[in-house]
């Protein structure tokens, strides 16, 4: 299974897509959550939407400047990052698992990961 991101380089208070195409298997009865990482921290939760679309969870640093939909057609996700922040400078990594969680540890399948880095 392939999960394909693509990150880049942006200023502060830009605007970013990421994206994630899922290939060798349908993800859309899972939940997709998306998540980051800066170098010597853990990775924490950015936010998920259900299977149907009809719930999304947001990181209380990233709510109200990001959104999350995704394309169940198209087996693909997408993060819209608004406003974008240095401190949102991480690797940005989607998950796809079967229930409503923000703990890592409840998502089975993990893209590889996208770096995105927000300069000032």
């Known amino acids: 299974v392939q999960r394909r991101l693509w990150g880049g380089l942006v200023q502060a208070g830009d605007s970013l897509r990421l994206s994630c195409a899922a290939s060798?298997?349908?993800?859309?009865?899972?939940?997709m959550g998306w998540f980051r990482q800066v170098p010597g921290k853990e990775r924490e939760f950015v936010a998920a939407?259900?299977?149907?679309?009809?719930?999304?969870d947001f990181a209380d640093s990233v709510k109200a400047r990001f959104t999350i939909s995704r394309d169940s057609a198209k087996n693909t996700g997408y993060l819209q990052m608004n406003s974008l922040k240095p401190e949102d400078t991480a690797v940005y990594y989607c998950?796809?698992?079967?229930?409503?969680?923000?703990?890592?540890?409840?998502?089975?399948?993990w893209g590889q990961g996208t770096l995105v880095t927000v300069s000032s």
């Open positions: 939407i259900s299977w149907s679309g009809g719930w999304t």
């Open positions: 060798g298997r349908t993800f859309h009865s899972y939940v």
């Open positions: 998950a796809a698992g079967p229930r409503l969680a923000r703990r890592e540890d409840e998502y089975d399948y």
